[in-house]
């Protein structure tokens, strides 16, 4: 029929998805609310147990609803290979080695008590067998990375206390993912043989992962990297994450053990803020759409049918988990505010809860209705996690009578942000290290900062201009950015979205000549250094003196002139008063 609309399943699901993302990230971003929770609500909404099942009455819901799960499946699955690579792009062993005590004391004892109790009270309570039950206590005892430290952040007691127990159990992911894996189907039909020949193979395997991608790895994004081309970065990490993936599944291990492996090794290159960046797109809609298939697994029918029980195991699991993690912060001298808001803020489950469930169902390691049940009352803690961080903010206020305790090394993380390595930035970098102030140089040539780096200087690869890298870096505590790039156009772009991001910010810009300091000027830089004017400025002040004009006049001349610069840059650049050119008076200024 002509003008009558067809889509075929898999296209209007993916619809459905891209329109989701559409509406629920930036609705949830206006409220300041992780888009996790509304992720989980659309799948409730538009799920075979929402809207989906009323398609038969009212066929124009098949457009906005999904009646199918498992055609989401494969979806899902490349959502949650994301995620872990994800989580292994945030870990690094110089982080891990900064806290180790935290993260291996705290953070130990964290994960092993909860997940060793939970195992003991919850799993084998109900009736499962002793592998079950530790598989559901450990998945239990993990709380939510991608909600939590949005919330708490990283400089706080609290961030801080978060960091380290999340940090573990994204460390811990790897040998229970590693087990279960070894604990597949055909394991499962093979008895120990087969778990044997699955376990040597998945360890030569990441061996040989291990090896290959600390070789491979910084060569192969250094190619990527003087291309300039971001399509050629992505798709050069879209290809060491499928390989890695596929690696692993070749042997019988998870997938999503390889993807994990392939973050940790690009983690120790110069790459993984530029790639954490260019992911950054996938990973939320990927994860978007685990989370949407999380959320039409919770049959809102069934639910109210075990309200009780959900609610119990709920209740049961945030309450346990809040007691254990306030307990052994108290314990490790924590002040009490710190012991309660944080105990509320990780005694939900998490997202990776979800993944080990699943794992584990994969398995055989747990019945599938055991699994969904706790699916649910996975994903109505993470819903309330929200609710739980202000309910122990509220606590802490009340147990302390304080809003906020500044962290140890909460003043020493603020340093200065020098974008550009070349001749320039390293004379930036060598004052700032002279006067002992904290710095980090980036740049997007990746030989510049293999060179710098060799030289002993604080130098990361990144493209200032890209996102949110700066941000990243710090630019928000950062006392001053320095643009030293011989890059006039990127360069007064840089400065008009640092100075409308960060209205406060202190931006001190090298200009090729007088015209490029003006548009810097009323592009927002507090200071435009014109590299023309005081080159030349400073040969003519030599020539002079070599040839016999007393040192008087020639300085009285070079101040006259800079002054006659001072004024056509104050009428060129719009500027209310004359800006201040020379290096000394920067120095003057606090620069």
């Known amino acids: 029929m002509a003008g009558e609309l067809t889509l075929s399943p898999v296209l209007s699901d993916a619809l459905v998805i891209l329109g989701s993302a559409g509406i629920v990230i930036p609705l949830f971003a206006r409220f300041r609310i992780t888009p996790i929770i509304g992720f989980i609500l659309i799948g409730v909404l538009v799920g075979p147990s929402g809207l989906g099942s009323l398609v038969d009455e009212h066929p124009w819901l098949y457009y906005i609803t999904i009646t199918n799960v498992v055609r989401l499946i494969p979806f899902a699955d490349f959502g949650i290979v994301l995620l872990l690579f994800a989580i292994g792009l945030e870990l690094s062993f110089n982080r891990l080695w900064q ?66 127990m999340l940090l573990f159990e994204d460390i811990m992911i790897v040998p229970i993912i590693f087990v279960l894996g070894a604990l597949a189907p055909n394991a499962a039909d093979e008895g120990w043989a087969g778990i044997v020949r699955t376990l040597w193979q998945g360890g030569l395997v990441i061996a040989v992962l291990l090896v290959v991608g600390r070789l491979a790895l910084p060569r192969l994004f250094a190619q990527a990297a003087r291309t300039k081309s971001p399509e050629l970065f992505l798709s050069t990490s879209l290809l060491v994450v499928i390989g890695a993936s596929l690696a692993t599944a070749l042997v019988g291990l998870s997938p999503i053990v390889g993807a994990l492996i392939a973050g940790l090794l690009i983690a120790e290159t110069e790459y993984h803020t530029e790639v954490e960046l260019i992911m950054e797109p996938f990973k939320g809609l990927a994860l978007g759409v685990f989370l949407i298939t999380v959320g039409m ?182 006392p001053a950015v320095v643009l030293t790039m011989d890059e006039p156009v990127l360069a007064q772009r840089l400065v008009g979205k640092l100075r409308r991001d960060y209205p406060d910010l202190l931006i001190v810009a090298r200009a090729r000549d007088p015209d490029h300091a003006a548009a810097m000027y009323r592009a927002g830089a507090s200071h435009a250094v014109p590299e023309t004017l005081e080159a030349s400025l400073q040969l003519s002040e030599a020539v002079l003196v070599d040839i016999g004009v007393a040192m008087g006049p020639v300085i009285a001349s070079i101040h006259a002139k800079r002054d006659e610069f001072r004024e056509q840059l104050e009428r060129d650049g719009g500027l209310s008063e004359k800006p201040l050119l020379k290096t000394s008076s920067l120095r003057e200024h606090g620069a």
Do not use: C
């Open 297 to 478: 697994s919770i049959n809102l029918a069934e639910i109210a049918g075990e309200i009780g029980a959900i609610a119990l195991a709920v209740t049961g699991v945030v309450v346990f988990k809040a007691l254990v993690t306030g307990v052994l912060l108290r314990l490790m001298g924590a002040r009490r505010s710190t012991a309660a808001e944080t105990g509320l803020l990780m005694a939900s489950p998490s997202e990776t809860t979800l993944i080990i469930l699943a794992a584990a169902t994969s398995a055989l390691v747990l019945d599938a209705e055991t699994a969904r049940f706790w699916q649910t009352v996975t994903a109505i803690g993470l819903t309330i996690t929200p609710l739980l961080a202000k309910l122990g903010a509220v606590i802490a206020r009340r147990v302390d009578g304080i809003m906020h305790v500044p962290a140890e090394d909460e003043v020493d993380a603020a340093r200065t942000i020098i974008v550009g390595g070349g001749r320039v930035g390293r004379l930036v970098a060598d004052m700032m290290r002279t006067h002992a102030r904290p710095y980090v140089m980036i740049d997007s040539n990746p030989d510049l900062i293999e060179a710098a780096k060799r030289d002993g200087y604080r130098a990361t690869f990144g493209d200032a201009a890209r996102g949110d890298t700066l941000a990243r870096l710090g630019v928000e505590t950062a």
């Open 99 to 164: 806290m180790r005590r935290l993260v291996f004391g705290l953070g130990a004892l964290e994960v092993i008590i909860s997940g060793a109790a939970l195992a003991l009270f919850v799993g084998l309570a109900s009736g499962l067998s002793f592998t079950a039950a530790l598989a559901l206590g450990f998945a239990l005892a993990f709380s939510s990375t991608a909600i939590v430290l949005p919330i708490s952040g990283t400089r706080s007691p609290v961030g801080r206390a978060a960091l380290s």
